[in-house]
């Protein structure tokens, strides 16, 4: 079996493809024709151009955040729940 070449370019695409689609990798992959090992090792490659570093470090970054966010409003539904059984309790008093 012949190994298939990629262009810097097309790997970029794909790379920006998978990280900006709501989509599993897996995914991304089948619709350009490739394996999702064969895309995992491009986004994990050392000799990715600047442009798609940015970009993986930028999603990175907003991972972080979101997890941030997540245990945020996790705490803040918390807090209302104890709330509302605050609210239930004093009304039952008055």
Do not use: C, D
Request: net charge positive; glycine share 4%.
């Amino acid at each position: 079996m012949k190994k298939r070449k990629y262009s810097g370019e097309f790997k970029s695409e794909a790379i920006k493809m998978a990280l900006e689609s709501n989509e599993p990798y897996a995914n991304t992959a089948k619709k350009l024709g490739i394996s999702k090992s064969l895309l995992y090792s491009w986004m994990k490659s050392e000799n990715q151009p600047e442009e798609i570093k940015g970009v993986m470090a930028n999603y990175k970054v907003l991972l972080e955040e979101n997890k941030k966010l997540k245990k945020q409003l996790a705490k803040s539904k918390q807090i209302e729940e104890i709330l509302k059984k605050a609210a239930a309790y004093f009304a039952k008093e008055a």
